[in-house]
């Protein structure tokens, strides 16, 4: 037998012997939980990290922070897409202790790339949660600095930087960066659900802004969002924009949709776009049938006025 081969044998009992031990007395689990994270071996400290998760010991805070110092000196070969410090940073949020603030720091600007891709947005969103448990008047000015910064491939850590600028009551942070410029449509989606304290007035300027370039990119998911917003918050200084919406270039599934959703609010504001609409005859139909779905009077007064013409 190889050394190699005793080794990975070594490492596959004492894996087998963790699983036993996470269910039983902590002293020989926490035992075993140090040696194996001393090992060396990744698949030995994954294990580890993955048992602590289910299982957290607070006693062992000062050695998780150690292993996430050895593994940021030399990232490339012992934590390659920095899956171990993610799970590292996920044990310290759940400890809850507030002298982790230079962890979350440090996570949140670490910029690695593996096979050319950015391998650390996780690490650096989970940066941001650390910094914001630990002090919430260092955290905005952190934040700030990635609200920009999502990849192709993962709106991390951006989401999670306005995610909770908004929980930690910096709306207007959010605010500012939708009508900065042109940003991923998802994450605007995700902006606008998040200023629900924002007034009405300003909520408005806010749409009828993403939804000129929403038009133009004949963005669907978007221009659905931004209607959605307007009807639900009751936006009747954004009501100009739906028929904008309504007549852009969009399927006619979403057209349905659209009229359906302004027909259930009964509003007369609302019902009254549906009977402008109706002088179209391509979108009559559309109209007619979200219009038939609960009438009203005031619904089938707008029907009967269109049957008789």
């Not at 942070?173 to 998802?186: I, K, M, N, R, S």
């Not at 007549?247 to 599934?253: D, F, H, P, V």
């Amino acid at each position: 037998m190889t050394m190699a081969t005793r080794k990975s044998s070594k490492t596959s009992m004492s894996l087998s012997r963790l699983k036993i031990l996470a269910a039983g007395e902590e002293a020989p689990y926490q035992e075993l939980t140090v040696e194996l994270l001393a090992s060396g071996d990744r698949l030995a400290r994954e294990a580890a990290l993955e048992a602590l998760l289910e299982r957290p010991l607070p006693g062992m805070r000062d050695q998780l922070r150690a292993l996430f110092d050895e593994l940021s000196g030399a990232s490339d070969k012992l934590d390659p897409g920095a899956h171990l410090r993610e799970r590292i940073a996920q044990l310290l949020l759940t400890f809850e202790d507030t002298r982790d603030l230079d962890v979350g720091l440090r996570a949140s600007e670490t910029y690695e790339k593996s096979m050319g891709v950015d391998s650390t947005a996780n690490l650096r969103a989970l940066g941001l949660k650390l910094v914001a448990m630990a002090d919430l008047d260092v955290f905005p000015y952190v934040a700030a600095e990635h609200v920009n910064d999502a990849g192709s491939w993962s709106p991390e850590p951006a989401n999670t930087a306005l995610q909770l600028l908004a929980s930690t009551g910096n709306q207007v942070a959010v605010y500012q960066w939708l009508v900065a410029g042109e940003h991923d449509p998802a994450l605007i989606e995700a902006a606008l659900g998040l200023l629900s304290d924002a007034p009405a007035s300003v909520l408005s300027r806010c749409v009828g802004r993403l939804a000129h370039g929403a038009l133009a990119r004949k963005d669907e998911p978007l221009l659905t969002k931004l209607a959605e917003t307007i009807v639900e918050r009751e936006l009747e200084d954004s009501y100009d924009v739906l028929p904008s919406i309504m007549r852009g270039a969009i399927s006619k599934e979403l057209y349905a949709y659209l009229a359906l959703l302004l027909a259930s609010t009964n509003r007369p504001g609302l019902l009254a776009i549906l009977d402008a609409e109706m002088s179209d005859v391509r979108r009559r139909s559309a109209i007619a049938a979200a219009l038939r779905v609960r009438t009203t009077p005031e619904q089938e007064a707008i029907l009967k006025r269109w049957e008789e013409a």
